[in-house]
């Protein structure tokens, strides 16, 4: 049982350049989520997707897309990298968030760290 | 606007001393209140939970202390062992929404 998946581990990218973050969860979750850390600023999420088909806007989400490919699968694309975009990327998903389900544990990534050059 | 305020933002104990790790919010409608765990390279980890229902919750050697009226919450570690030197994320939650994270406790136990 892997969890949330999320490849690749480590990327370099150079300014405006594209690529896409993958994560995958085998827990059959239904929300699944989009964090960015950066240091002596927390988690701050990005985008989410609360049930398959649908994905809502976080706290930071200019500069980013997202796509829920299916139950398992969320991916977070970068158009156009800036540098301000370095960070460390987290992908997790939960059970659900509407709250019928009072198990609200989320489940963390391994983590993707990218560098915009 | 921070809704979740978390301090300090970083704490070296001795081992076996105490650490105590704060939360501070202001949304009323929060209705779940957990830490995360995160050791260095790996994601977050869920560490212990509560809900306002109750004023504390222990797990082994965590504990989590809720203050309602003061809208306030905290971890300690009693015993701190060097293998609890991790960064600390509170966490809140309002039901129909999702978590928002403090900014995080860097702890440190010296041997």
């Known amino acids: 049982n892997a969890g949330v998946t999320q490849t690749p581990k480590f990327q370099v990218l150079k300014t405006g350049q594209s690529m896409t973050l993958q994560c995958a969860q085998d827990m059959n979750h239904n929300s699944m989520y989009w964090y960015r850390q950066d240091p002596g600023m927390g988690l701050r999420l990005i985008y989410y997707s609360a049930s398959e088909g649908t994905t809502d806007k976080g706290e930071v989400p200019n500069g980013y897309n997202v796509s829920r490919l299916n139950k398992r699968e969320f991916s977070l694309r970068l158009e156009s990298a800036a540098p301000s975009q370095t960070s460390v990327y987290f992908c997790a998903s939960s059970e659900g968030r509407s709250g019928v389900s009072r198990n609200t544990e989320a489940f963390f990534g391994q983590g993707t760290r990218l560098t915009v050059v | 606007q921070q809704q979740v305020k978390q301090s300090p933002q970083s704490l070296i104990v001795q081992k076996g001393g105490i650490s105590i790790i704060n939360c501070a919010y202001e949304?009323?409608?929060?209705?779940?209140f957990p830490w995360y765990q995160q050791f260095p390279g790996k994601g977050p980890a869920l560490l212990i939970a509560?809900?306002?229902?109750?004023s504390e919750k222990k797990e082994g050697r965590f504990t989590i202390s809720f203050n309602k009226s003061a809208k306030q919450f905290s971890l300690h570690i009693m015993d701190s062992q060097p293998g609890d030197s991790a960064t600390y994320f509170c966490a809140a939650r309002q039901r129909y929404s999702t978590l928002t994270f403090g900014k995080g406790t860097m702890l440190l136990v010296s041997p």
């Open positions: 509560i809900r306002p229902d109750v």
């Open positions: 949304n009323t409608a929060f209705d779940y």
